[in-house]
């Protein structure tokens, strides 16, 4: 059995419950009497250096964070399968009422990464077919773009064919139509901690 005084998410839970909790439990005890009320949902990439909750400083019940390899949205297919993003997409759209979506893309993202060079072996049951959906429109940008501006260049393509794919689910359109829904596209550098925004521009611009 490993030594608990050594592991770091017990630590990190000692730390949480000496300087977080004091301040924190009283708003923690009104999310749990009224439940969440989260203002956007942000689609994510599970990289561990690219934290969503760090980045915004957000507070408790802000966001409702879908985190996946390469921050992907699949299109619209209410077949009956499994699908997980989808399945948060809906809940939070049509049962806690968000005003925002955003895909946050990430610098060096290994699912881009692997879009750009094939997947490794050892990760072909889901990894590969999960990023085979963003393949097409990376390679596409590696025939357009510099060798140099390839990587980040890909990582914005990705952002932009999940917003497409967020398009196809017709309660997400409809709400955007109204005015209701406000959909967003960003890139984070991992690195300078800068945020860039999709614009009708080629690339993704600073955020002022």
Not at 80 to 103: D, M, N, T
Request: aromatic share 6%.
């Amino acid at each position: 059995m490993s030594d608990p005084s050594k592991d770091p998410l017990l630590s990190g839970y000692r730390r949480f419950r000496a300087e977080h909790w004091p301040e924190a439990h009283a708003e923690y005890e009104t999310l749990a009497e009224k439940g969440q009320k989260p203002h956007t949902l942000i689609v994510a990439c599970s990289d561990s250096r690219a934290d969503p909750a760090l980045i915004f400083d957000a507070k408790p019940g802000e966001l409702f964070v879908v985190r996946n390899v390469a921050n992907l949205v699949p299109p619209y297919e209410p077949d009956g399968k499994l699908h997980g993003v989808s399945a948060a997409l809906e809940f939070g759209v049509k049962v806690l009422g968000v005003k925002r979506i955003v895909v946050m893309g990430h610098a060096h993202c290994g699912g881009v990464n692997a879009m750009i060079n094939g997947a490794p072996d050892v990760v072909a049951d889901f990894v590969a077919p999960w990023i085979a959906q963003g393949t097409p429109v990376v390679q596409h940008v590696a025939e357009t773009v510099a060798p140099n501006e390839l990587e980040r260049a890909a990582e914005e393509a990705v952002v932009r064919l999940s917003i497409r794919n967020l398009r196809t689910f017709p309660w997400i359109a409809e709400r955007e139509a109204k005015g209701e829904l406000e959909l967003s596209g960003l890139h984070f550098g991992i690195a300078d901690g800068v945020l860039t925004a999709l614009t009708d521009k080629a690339r993704f611009e600073p955020l002022g």
